[in-house]
Nanobody
């Protein structure tokens, strides 16, 4: 069973930066597509960014140009660099790992880390 542990959340002022980390264990990290999701109070969970095993990235329109997802396969870790943060970025951020083969879909989640953007 895969395990994901997020870190790096906290309180930051508008315009500030944070870097989230997600350390994976018990999975062959390099073959997984990794993603960051977020969920604000009273809202549905939404996809923020993804990075495939071949390092292709994709971003939600709301974070394009401000957030960067990256991965270090040697450290089994995925990152989310968040710049120019806005109050609407306030949410719990979740790390996700997924892959599928002809027989099964593998889907793992972290416990989440709170990001609060406020003055």
């Amino acid at each position: 069973q895969g395990q994901l542990v997020e870190s790096g959340g906290g309180l930051v002022q508008p315009g500030g930066s944070l870097r989230l980390s997600c350390a994976a264990s018990r999975i062959i990290f390099r073959i997984y597509t990794m993603a960051w999701y977020r969920q604000a109070p009273g809202k549905q969970r939404e996809l923020v960014a993804t990075i495939t095993s071949s390092n292709r990235t994709n971003y939600a329109d709301s974070v394009k140009g401000r957030f960067t997802i990256s991965r270090d396969n040697a450290k089994n870790t995925v990152y989310l660099q968040m710049n120019s943060l806005k109050p609407e970025d306030t949410a719990v951020y979740y790390c996700n790992a997924r892959r599928s083969d002809p027989f099964k879909q593998y889907d793992y989640w972290g416990q989440g880390t709170q990001v609060t953007v406020s003055s």
